[in-house]
């Protein structure tokens, strides 16, 4: 396949993801039944965000600079270990691969193999040639290169089992939002997708605030409310309890609406069901600040451009739409795949 053939087949892909047919949908129910975090409306807003990337303008624009390094396919084999914290959240690390022309091995996550199995299953109807490059594995084999997702404790292992070839770790990270005091009340509310969406699960989902000295979260509380029917989710709802209960019987300060706790606390990662906040007073202090926890930190929320070196910003509701270009943990995998082609 040449990289035209690769980008045609992808296209088609993105149109399927789009339209959603009967066949997509029973699978993405299926895939709320196999996993209890996988709500049929969260799972249809992640299949087509992704579905939204998948244009031919989108696909070749963001190809480009590595068109001819890519042109034909790779022999080399790559193994993936993907995630499993939101639906088809691995997406990207397939495409990368597949579209630069390499092997896959793909070892899915135990709690999302409906949604990439499916997924990889119409790509290879769509290109038959594509049933050369993809094996879904329990276990990886053969391989050339890795990249390998998974928490903090999962990256020690993960250097040390693969340090014998070329690979890409990733580690926990999470997003983090600036409030300045002058949001909108639109504004406050599309904060409210990056921390719900998803259930707080994402690694874009924001689990830390940086407010203003004297900041007063009324208006965040009453901007955030209509997604309170987040309480009636009983996974979610038992970790507000429990994060709840550890707080009182401790005496920890902490703000509470009833479907979220709010704790002053310097840690970017928070328990679910909870996001920290810390107070500045000045948003000129926040650059270093943030730059001590950039490895711990996927994006930045905020209402207007904050440039912060190595962390990407994004507008209040945007953190889970990722571009082509936004690659995780900001290491770009078309530069890591072009260098052992």
Known sequence: MTINERIKAFTALGEYMRVQNDELIKIMEEAGR?????????????????????????????LQPYYETFKFPSNNSVGLIL?????????????VCLIAGFNIQVKPAADDRILPTHILNILQNIEPAFREKIQI???????????????????RYFDYYFSHVPHI????????????????????????????????????????LYVPEGFNFSSFFEAIEPFSDIADHHKYFNNYEYNKAIYLVNGDKHLDN???????????????????????????????LLQTHKDEIQCLLSSEYIPVT?????????????????????INTLAFLATYV
């Open 169 to 208: 770790i990733r580690k926990n990270r999470n997003g983090v939002a600036i409030l300045t005091g002058q949001e909108s009340m639109n504004e406050l509310a599309d904060l409210g997708h990056d921390i719900f969406d998803y259930f707080g699960l994402g690694c874009r989902n924001v689990s830390k």
């Open 34 to 62: 196999y996993n209890p975090w996988y709500m049929y409306s969260q799972v249809k807003n992640a299949v087509l965000a992704i579905g939204n990337l998948l244009y031919n303008d989108n696909l070749e624009n963001w």
């Open 137 to 155: 594995v329990e276990r990886l084999h053969s391989y050339d290169l890795i990249i390998a997702t998974g928490s903090n404790n999962t990256s």
């Open 310 to 330: 190595n962390i990407p910003t994004f507008a209040f509701g945007e953190g889970q739409k990722p571009a082509l270009n936004d690659y995780a943990d900001g």
């Open 258 to 288: 009833g479907f979220l706790l709010l704790k002053e606390d310097e840690r970017i990662a928070s328990p679910l069901a909870v996001v920290h906040y810390q107070t500045y007073l000045h948003l000129d202090e926040l650059e270093s």
């Open 83 to 95: 995630a499993g914290n939101i639906p088809l959240v691995g997406f990207h690390d397939m495409l």
